[in-house]
């Protein structure tokens, strides 16, 4: 293990698939814990539109069910930064950072309104398409390494993964954690949802710090 | 030096490149949708190249993640358009709807299916009832099979759990776990088959 | 390299070529192209010997083509 991480504590074997912790990604899963009992146990709160040039507020109202569903996909995305945060394998880091980009395209599109609509799409579109270069960066590390277990890649025994790979995923990486920036262009911070949309940044910026990680020690 | 990986993968990432500059270029939204279909293909291309169990493996999971993309996509797409409810004609080719060849084949199909077990029998029993429901219609209520479909996702899964602790009861997993996936794709399949139908009862 | 596998990737690139710019422009044309690529990706499978991914390949085109079908006759239009 090279000295990035820090020393390797525990190795949890499951089956074949090794998660593993070690002082990095045992704060990465801290964090993602918290937040997640946080939208737990957060309640939802109230948008009030303020009219401009009147003296009029009007108080945007959601559904109990809507708001339910807001919640269940908030906390889906916090589990699937918690696997991302601590796998050690790379086609399951690939598959959690999809999962966690296709939570944020539905938690966006949730919202009813229009420009959310478009924006949501627009998002689900970048989403997809960095679908691509993510799982063929894995791929090709496969192809020449001969292995996926971040813990050999790392031993450098194998044959080094290209820079090529590295550079594929982080593409992808980049693509997935887009949300932030499509939660700001449509003001969702300021919706009845946004103690749950709190974990969508969060997630983005997980995965980035673990893909860096990743792309360094492997 | 240029074995069959890397020039397949060289020809696959042009074709990616080309998709992508075509992707770039286009204004219509579902246009945009139907590109990123083609860029799925590309990308399993790109990991069925390795040719090892373990890509095949991979495979799977990559067409679990583009079928919730595309599907979550176009649902996406068709609320932003506003388009709710306009009747689906259900097939309308007439040597198919009047006549006995449909049931024939399609009583064929599900039985050599059942014979097969696992996924691949499920698939092509599910072909089977696809084929029935295209070309009869449907009035069957729907809250049984999927009842059924859940039923046989908890024995798949429980079938895995013993694979894992129990390794010694094997034989009982391993035919929990065939029973389980044909049933399950049996009823996605069947529910896909009814989408040409544009209502429920 | 035997000949499935080079039918299969000449079916790729040529079918992506199509269906990227289609000639009359419109959602069914560019669906048909698509099943182009997806026999190319067929017969690369084929070659490798990956029946299970061969079959459920097969499964989810049929499946995104019943959906894309279905989502361009809501639509109602063709262009």
Redo the contacts between chains.
Sequence with gaps: MSSLGGLSLYNLGFGDEIIYFTPFTISLFIIALIFTIFVVISKPGRQIVISSGKDASVTKDFSDSELRFHRFLAIGCGLASIGAAVTGDLFNFSLFCALVGIINVGTFAIIKEQHVKDASFQYGLVVFAATLPLFAGAAVALAVSGSLSILELSKSVLTPVPVIAKLLLLLGVAGEGMAPFYAAKTDLFRSGGSSYLLICSLSSFLIFIRAIEIILVI | MWD??S???L??F???L??????IREKD???????????????????????TD???A??????L??????????Q??????G?TC?R?RSLDIEVITLGKAPVILSVLLICYGIVLSG??GG?IA?LGIVFFFMCNGYREPFAIIEIAAGLSFAIWIISFLVF?FLPQYWLFALMGAATGILFQ?LAK?AL?GT??EGYHE | MNPELILGLILILLGSVGAAFPKPDDYVTRLINLQVPGWGLLLVMLSFDETLALLSFCGVLAFSTFIFIRVIQKRGETG
């Design positions: 069959s990986f020039l397949g993968l020809l696959v042009f074709s990616a080309i998709t992508f500059i075509a992707l939204d579902l246009h945009k949708l139907l590109l990123l279909l083609l860029l799925q293909i590309l990308l399993i291309g790109i990991i069925a190249l390795i040719g373990l890509a095949e991979m495979v799977l999971a990559v067409l993640v583009g079928i919730a993309e595309i599907i979550a996509l176009t996406i797409f068709v609320n932003k358009e388009i306009k689906v996924l691949a698939i599910g894992m794709v399949l896909a989408m040409w």
